[in-house]
């Protein structure tokens, strides 16, 4: 299965080289492995259990969705590398800057984008529901680390 969504991603949804990994770099385990490895790395990390599984379910649907450049192929060595060195905070004290009707702005402690945006989500669906749009903001994380935000609304309907 892995092969032929590597395929499908290189025939019918071609990205930029560079975020593809070469044929020979490539090691091919089931997803349920996958899955498991990479919670565990973030766990390691020391993200609480749950927000490593959010982190590893991410960043493996947009491995399984073809988007490499967005999947453990490619984050998940930076992101280690960033929490090793401190960049990252994996325990961030999230306060809330500011809070309207529609609006929300957080202070993210450096929190990594990944594990932070399904609590921007949820919150921004809290919002009333008559408003004609809600704006969920976070503060000093790297937000350039959001990875799919898709992910969130599309697999964690509230």
């Known amino acids: 299965m892995a092969q032929h969504i590597v395929e499908n991603e290189r025939t019918y949804n071609p990205m930029l080289k560079h975020f593809l990994v070469p044929e ?7 997803e349920k492995t996958a899955r498991a490895g990479t919670q565990a790395i973030f766990e390691k990390m020391g993200l609480p259990s749950d927000e490593a599984k959010s982190c590893a379910d991410v960043l493996i ?3 399984l969705r073809g988007c490499e450049s967005h999947g453990i192929s490619n984050m ?3 992101y ?3 929490y090793s060195n ?3 905070n994996a325990r961030p004290n999230v306060k809330t800057v500011r809070e309207s009707s529609v609006t929300a702005t957080w202070d993210g402690d450096q929190g990594l984008g990944l594990h932070l945006g399904p ?3 949820n919150l921004a669906s809290k919002k009333p529901e008559n ?3 809600v704006l969920s903001q976070l503060k000093t994380l790297l937000t350039s680390e959001c990875s799919p935000i898709m992910f969130y609304r599309q697999y964690n309907k509230t």
């Not at 020979?24 to 089931?30: I, K, M, P, Y």
Request: charged fraction near 20%; hydrophobic fraction near 45%.
């Open 131 to 133: 408003m004609a749009w």
């Open 24 to 30: 020979e770099d490539q090691v091919l385990v089931s």
């Open 86 to 88: 401190g960049s990252y």
């Open 76 to 78: 998940l060595r930076a």
């Open 61 to 63: 649907t947009s491995d």
């Open 119 to 121: 609590n921007a989500m």
């Open 80 to 82: 280690v590398e960033s």
